[in-house]
């Protein structure tokens, strides 16, 4: 499987945000995403995972087979916003991440213990402090199966450890065939990824 950008280009309001970005990811492999703010580097993500339409170019799966014909059907996409309701509770969420995701893969309380959230499942979304939504939000990724995974700034607020914790569940993930793409200011301690760096339009 390949994750494959053409000429791509993006906008934000009507103005130009970046030009002509090409890359091409396989499984197996990391991207890394990096450059000052307003370069664009959250627009490319969201036009990636199709929440924003291309001004210019193509994004495309390539052998994604049956299962994943397209990208939309082949991503997760973890943003700025954890994506939780917060009157629910975290295995209430988890659970409909799952469900609307499909293609079932961790359980939700072991996909908690790799996050280091263990024995909370049961408490309000609400409850949780920056760190632990951000740490609860990592496992909606486990609980259901995308080979892709689209991940904007993805250690914001965590600790040390639970950066770590998340380099190695984004290693995991590779290993195992999947492919990652991050838009992050701070390193992720990934051995061998590629970078594109965004540049301010001209």
């Avoid at 914001?156 to 995991?172: K, N, Q």
């Amino acid at each position: 499987m390949r994750l494959i950008a053409e000429n791509l280009s993006g906008e934000r309001g009507g103005e130009p945000v970046f030009e002509d970005i090409g890359f091409s990811v396989e499984d197996g492999e990391s991207l890394v995403v990096t450059g000052p703010n307003g370069s664009g580097k959250s627009t490319l993500l969201r036009v990636v995972a199709g929440f924003l339409p291309a001004a210019r170019g193509s994004v495309r799966i390539v052998e994604g087979g049956e299962a994943f014909p397209g990208v939309a059907s082949a991503c997760h996409y973890l943003g700025h916003q954890n994506a939780m309701k917060t009157a629910l509770t975290v295995t209430e969420n988890l659970t409909f991440w799952r469900r609307f995701c499909g293609e079932s893969r961790l359980g939700i309380a072991e996909a908690l213990d790799a996050v280091g959230l263990g024995g909370i499942g049961h408490l309000p979304f609400g409850y949780l402090s920056t760190g632990q939504r951000r740490r609860a939000a990592i496992a909606k990724l486990l609980v259901s199966h995308r080979p892709v995974w689209l991940l904007d700034e993805p250690t914001a607020g965590l600790d040390r450890a639970s950066e770590h914790r998340f380099t190695g569940l984004i290693a995991a993930h590779c290993a195992a065939g999947g492919i990652v793409m991050a838009a992050t200011h701070l390193p992720l301690g990934l051995e061998a990824a590629k970078t594109l760096e965004m540049g301010m339009p001209s």
